[in-house]
């Protein structure tokens, strides 16, 4: 017989199912409190009146060191699941991480590698020409390298030149030598397209 269904009988009170732990209280114990930072899943319970007291006192970091409440404080920040780093070296979301690191796919379609390398060629060929520059040229190579897109000009460019900076400058990357060489080529393509927009 389910609570709703019990049959009331006149001078019979219930017994509360649990009494507040509070020692000389006789109040039902409807609200419960942790016992230890180290038993959060076993309880007191107590009167509403006692647990109000007993949460004003209780300190989860009660007797923790700063460093040891700072480390639970940022396991908590991910719910004390694993994490990795994010950004050029981590794996995070990178726009040209391709860049850095080809995909070696049998078909080419992504960097290259077979018949893919056409429909590239023939995409940074129309980008260096609506340029101005011809196809073979170090500034249609430059233009390649930091992925620029006809019209060019010197705001895109810097605007360019900054973000991929960014990216890869090797104080971001852990001081990663392909990152370090990568930056190299992005500068000496940058000084290359300043010169041909300075003429």
């Known amino acids: 017989m389910s609570r709703t269904q019990r049959i009331y009988e006149p001078g019979r009170e219930e017994a509360p199912e649990r009494l507040c732990e509070q020692s000389g209280c006789t109040e039902p114990g409807h609200y419960r409190a942790p016992k230890g930072r180290d038993r959060l899943d076993e309880y007191h319970w107590f009167c509403l009146d ?3 007291e007993y949460n004003k006192a209780w300190n989860y970091y009660a007797g923790m060191s700063e460093d040891e409440v700072e480390a639970d404080t940022r396991r908590d920040t991910t719910w004390q699941r694993p994490t990795w780093p994010l950004g050029a070296r981590g794996g995070g979301n990178q726009r040209h991480a391709h860049r850095a690191t080809p ?4 078909f080419g379609y992504f960097n290259g590698d077979g018949e893919g390398e056409v429909d590239n060629r023939q995409r940074r060929n129309g980008h260096a020409r609506a340029a101005g520059f011809h ?4 500034e249609a190579r430059a233009m390649d390298i930091m992925d620029l897109n006809a ?7 810097k605007a360019r030149y900054k973000e991929l900076v960014k990216l890869h400058h090797p104080d971001a990357n852990g001081g990663d030598k392909l990152a370090e060489e990568r930056l190299k080529e992005i500068n000496e393509a940058n000084s290359t397209l300043k010169k041909a927009l300075a003429n």
């Open 103 to 106: 995909i070696h796919d049998g």
């Open 50 to 52: 006692h647990v109000r």
């Open 135 to 138: 196809p073979s040229s170090p």
């Open 151 to 157: 019209p060019l000009t010197l705001t895109g460019l």
